[in-house]
């Protein structure tokens, strides 16, 4: 009886033991993810598409494994390529803070090519922009994307990527980032809203003169060939979506297929909350069906004046219609 009294208690210590360490295993596993996918603000749950969710998470893994492993993790990242794209869609590259490319998935020929002045077909300067979300605007962009005009392996055409990236420091101390895109990407409702606060940021702090990098081709604030809007309160064109006149328009004039005047339904519901999004019904092309999109915006000052911002985005498409 005393053996097996015995017995009990080493089988009840053991256990206790495994499930300390099994504990301990994800409390770090959770601090991992917290450090590498950003600020608590960072969700991955946030994305309207499952792919998306996907390519942040192994992006983040990757990152991980570049800290623990440092280049040795790029033989890892060819020999298991498949295991770290997203449908065969996406692909990962590593550059050091100086624009050096250390393993391109997609392009291996650029590898230990300096490319920091390299601009996509927009001309974007595609690494000072992902160095610009990374160490600037982490609280509105955790997961560091950045949307550009680029070339898929084996394609002529540019088409537009959006690619999320996170900062890694190498055993050796070198500071890097590991990204990965999407090609042909889903559209996700969080990129917009992403580009809007950043541009109500900019212009609470520069004022009008921001309202140049917010028209600019080459800035961040364009995506999938749509632009952001300003208007003041009573519905005047700031900075017009679509047009660029003398005279402003009235944007709360606007009616879309339905009847309805969605910019001023976006300013009726901005006097209670910071930000919100409204639909409209669009019509993309002469004879087409009429299609549902989403227009995000927030309050924001401009020169010590309130305005809004925002833009107009496709809204997450069922399953059957992909």
Sequence with gaps: MSRERDFNRQRRWFRGVISAGILLAVVWAASRIVKLTGEAGS?????????????????ARAAELLE???????????AGADSWSVGGDSYLYVYDREGVNLFHGGY?????????????????????????????????????????????????????????????TLPDGREVYVGSGLDFPLVEREFFRIVVDQAARLLAAGGRAGLSDL????????????????????GRAI???ALDLAVPRDLFA?????????????????????AAWVLTLDQE??????????????RAEMDGQPVIVGAICDLPRPAWMR
Aim: hydrophobic letters at 35%; glycine letters at 8%.
């Design 108 to 168: 291996p020929g650029l590898a230990e090519q300096d490319l920091h002045r390299l601009t996509d077909l927009l001309g974007k300067p595609i690494h000072r922009l992902v160095l610009d979300q990374l160490d600037n605007h982490r609280e509105t962009n955790p997961h560091g994307w950045v949307h550009y005009l680029w070339p898929a392996p084996g394609s002529l055409p540019g088409t537009w990527k959006s690619s999320c990236h996170f900062p890694a």
């Design 239 to 241: 900075l017009d979506p």
């Design 285 to 298: 092309r002469a004879g087409g069906d009429p299609v549902k999109k989403g227009i995000y915006g927030r």
């Design 68 to 78: 623990t492993k440092g280049e040795a993790a790029f033989a890892d990242f060819a």
């Design 254 to 274: 606007y009616r879309d297929l339905a009847g309805n005047r969605p910019l001023k339904e976006l300013a009726r519901r901005l006097e209670e909350e910071e």
């Design 43 to 59: 969700d991955p749950h946030r994305y309207d598409y499952q792919a998306t969710r996907m390519l942040v998470r192994r992006t």
């Design 215 to 234: 028209k600019a081709v080459e800035g961040p604030f364009i995506i999938y060939d749509e632009s952001v809007f300003v208007l003041d309160l009573s």
